[in-house]
Structures are given as structure tokens and as C-alpha cells.
């Protein structure tokens, strides 16, 4: 996971200094400085759909440990009648 985040981090930033690079060269409102502000947005919205489901499969993951925490519990309690 940590590769796919910096690779996308790197690309997010090259292509946020390319747009620059354009709207310096040919203007803000050139068809150069668009479509790199265009495929910028693409990339940081991939950047946010990949941290989101990170996000999620981290919560899952600890709210697994939460529950077999809690029934470890249970089943370790001395008040336990088999």
C-alpha cells in the first residue's frame, strides 16, 4: 500500500508542477494548462478514493481486533459455567 501512495503522491506532484509550468508558459485559460488541471483533479481523486478504502479496511481491521478482544474476554471469565 505504501508504494501505491507514494506513487500516486509523485505523480500528483509532477503533474501539479507540468500544469504550472504551462499556465506560466501559455496562460490559465489555455487548452495545455486545462487539461493538465483536468488530469490533475483525476489524480487527486484517485489519491482520495485509495486513502478512503485504506481508511476503511484499517477500521474494519481494528474493530475485528475489538470484537475477538471482547470475546476472549468472555470466554476467559472466571464466571464462565460450562
Known amino acids: 500500500m505504501r508504494d501505491t501512495n507514494s506513487a500516486l503522491m509523485e505523480k500528483i506532484q509532477v503533474k501539479r508542477e507540468e500544469m504550472m509550468a504551462w499556465a506560466r508558459a501559455t496562460g490559465l485559460n489555455s487548452e495545455e494548462t486545462i487539461r493538465c488541471s483536468q488530469e490533475l483533479d483525476r489524480l487527486i481523486y484517485l489519491y482520495q478514493v485509495f ?32
Open 51 to 82: 486513502y478512503k478504502r485504506r481508511q476503511q479496511r484499517k477500521q474494519s481491521g481494528l474493530m475485528f481486533v475489538r470484537q475477538m478482544k471482547l470475546l476472549m474476554n468472555k470466554f476467559n471469565s472466571p464466571a464462565r459455567i460450562i
